[in-house]
């Protein structure tokens, strides 16, 4: 073997054992690389999940003691009446302000409780949050609550975003918040003859299988006010309502909004009765 020829073979080899090593290092890296990714996107996300639970948290905790502050307000007898009515103000002035800023954070119905001194002083704003049930009393009927079920065409199992109302055609659907619509939809699958309305505090709601249609989109309307009416269009077995409720873009639970603003409607008339009764009594 030549000089030249040793030379040319080392290379060869030095070169065929670099391409080994680097096809070797390259997985070995590649795999690190995707390990450290995966890390990296495990740690990104976990402060991201853990902040928006955090920030409710802290947000629900705000609210509660902004309604102590208020409470300890309302019974305290401070001597100084003007400082005392200017600070009571000033509470009342924020009252909604905080309302609105918490109605924009909370993901469903869980945290709803927090709010119920506030909306002893803001009441109305219930009407532009989706508390109330759709059909009229009595119309109705619970068929299939919001969860996994077995789809009664393909018996598969399959999450429910929503849930059905069933009735008889042609019962009336009523909005249950003040809002807009946005979608009026005549799909022969899915939702069939549909509306979607856009409410104030990042919600939505959907009316499903519906037979007629009494608003357009674009159109503003009342809470309770009459939008279509029961039927049997796309997907659909039986006359029923599916009613969803999308709050912050994510499909929640409806149940517990049905007779929501009534029940707390209803907490909030008794205080009233009670305090006028003991206004009644002093001279
Ligand atoms: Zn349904």
């Not at 920030?55 to 208020?70: G, H, P």
């Not at 919600?203 to 007629?212: D, E, I, V």
């Not at 809470?223 to 994510?250: F, R």
């Amino acid at each position: 073997m030549k000089s030249f020829e040793i030379v040319k073979y080392f290379q060869k080899n030095k070169r065929n054992n670099l391409l080994k090593a680097l096809k070797t290092v390259n997985k070995k890296q590649l795999a690190t690389i995707g390990f450290l990714v995966s890390l990296t996107l495990f740690y990104l996300s976990g402060p991201i999940l853990r902040l928006s639970d955090e920030t409710l948290e802290s947000a629900s905790n705000t609210m509660e003691s902004n309604a102590e502050a208020l409470k300890a307000n309302l019974n305290e007898v401070i001597s100084d009446t003007i400082v005392h009515n200017k600070e009571r103000q000033y509470l009342l002035l924020n009252i909604e302000e905080k309302l609105v800023a918490y109605l924009y954070q909370i993901p469903d119905y869980s945290y709803f409780t927090v709010l119920e001194p506030y909306l002893e002083y803001a009441p109305n704003i219930l009407e532009q949050i989706p508390s109330a049930v759709p059909l009229e009393k009595g119309d109705y009927w619970l068929s299939s609550e919001y969860g996994i079920r077995q789809h009664p065409i393909s018996n598969k199992e399959k999450k429910h975003f929503g849930i059905d109302l069933a009735a008889t055609l042609n019962k009336h659907v009523y909005a249950s918040a003040k809002g807009t619509v946005v979608l009026v939809l005549h799909s022969k699958n899915g939702y069939g003859t549909h509306i979607i309305i856009t409410h104030r505090f990042g919600f939505q709601t959907l009316y499903g299988h519906l037979n007629k249609v009494l608003v357009k989109e674009g159109e503003t309307i009342a809470q309770h006010e009459l939008i279509g009416t029961v039927g049997n269009t796309g997907t659909s077995t039986g006359y029923h309502l599916h009613y969803e409720i999308i709050k912050n873009g994510l499909k929640i639970d409806p149940l517990h909004s049905l007779r929501l603003k009534q029940k707390i409607y209803e907490r909030l008339y008794i205080k009233t009765k009670r305090y006028g009764t003991e206004e009644k009594r002093d001279p």
